[in-house]
């Protein structure tokens, strides 16, 4: 699906801030390319509602946040 450009986007300092605060934070962001497969697991994982054929980038996004959350917790919990 192609993606529009923002209307108002940020002005290039702006941009460039949120970089260096998500470094300074020891965040980043990628894109990742989701395929059915992706969003099944999302559901199977119990992630995402089950039932539905739509969800939402946001909640796609918050689905994938919380899969990697909790992975990170159970490693982090088998490593101490």
Known sequence: M?????RNPPPPGDRKASYRRRLKAGRMCETVVLGVEHIDLL???KNL???RDVY??????????R???DAAA???AEHR
Request: charged share 25%; glycine share 4%; proline share 22%.
């Open 74 to 76: 159970a490693d982090a």
């Open 2 to 6: 192609p993606r529009r450009p923002p």
């Open 56 to 65: 939402t980038r946001p909640e796609i996004r918050q689905a994938l946040q």
């Open 67 to 69: 899969m990697l959350d």
């Open 43 to 45: 559901v199977h994982t």
């Open 49 to 51: 509602p089950p039932g």
